[in-house]
């Protein structure tokens, strides 16, 4: 599974029949992603490209900072998909000054920088009563009257943005020791978590728990279905026919 740069102009969704679309509707295929130039491997990594190529506005905040991360992930691509589900919820297509004096709308300002987007998403997203506030309060009537949509992007927030908390006491231990204050606090929480996941190092465990969460919303299994799907076809790679033995 190949990795790109997902954002509101490179998902397509086919609204009638057309020789472009290969006969697929919107029955078929809720969207496509195109524009796949910005992809990487399979495994996250890359040959010579940067860790930053993609639409800043959707990219999830961790690939906007000067941290430095082994490749990208599948839980990179859902924070690109997350953004992209409360940007349609959000946007007042018949009316753009409307939409312009929504919160989400500082994404589109040129004069932002990376820091900027990092600090709004972290702010949106990293505490379910801002999000409430700043993000769903701001939904578009037909999204924000849907109780199960409300619930999917609310459950989908707290799969990829859980809330975290600092040991107060350690922190107060070691300014009080070493003079090492939340920063330190933070690396470690840090070190901790890239111990703890390297089990999953794309982090597929999370992109099928919101996957599954979709399906929810969608009342189908298309999603996890052609999750399993791939599995199956990467098992087969290992199989005796297919070693020659």
Request: hydrophobic fraction near 35%; proline fraction near 4%.
């Amino acid at each position: 599974m190949n990795l790109t740069d997902i954002s509101i102009e490179n998902i397509l969704v086919p609204a009638s029949e057309t020789e472009l679309t290969g006969g697929l509707t919107s029955k078929d295929r809720h969207g496509t992603i195109v524009d796949w130039n910005l992809c990487f491997n399979a495994n996250g990594t890359s040959f010579g490209r940067t860790f930053k190529s993609g639409t800043p506005a959707f990219m999830a905040p961790i690939l906007l900072t000067d941290k430095q991360i082994p490749r990208r992930t599948l839980g990179h691509d859902m924070e690109s998909f997350f953004a992209v589900i409360v940007w349609i919820a959000s946007a007042s297509y018949a009316d753009e000054l409307m939409f312009q004096d929504k919160p989400l709308a500082i994404l589109l300002d040129p004069k932002k920088k990376p820091e900027d987007i990092i600090n709004a998403k972290e702010n949106w997203f990293k505490n379910e009563e801002n999000f409430l506030k700043r993000i769903v309060d701001h939904f578009e009537r037909r999204y924000l009257t849907d109780p199960r949509f409300i619930m999917c992007v609310t459950n989908l927030r707290e799969i990829l943005y859980p809330t975290k908390r600092i040991d107060v006491a350690a922190y107060m231990s070691r300014h009080a020791e070493k003079g090492e204050g939340v920063d330190y606090l933070l690396s470690q929480n840090a070190e901790n978590e890239e111990d703890t996941g390297d089990a999953d190092p794309m982090k597929e465990d999370l992109f099928r728990m919101c996957m599954k969460e979709i399906d929810n919303y969608l009342q189908e299994t298309k999603g996890c279905d052609e999750m399993q799907w791939s599995d199956s076809q990467a098992l087969a790679r290992y199989t005796p026919k297919s070693l020659g033995k």
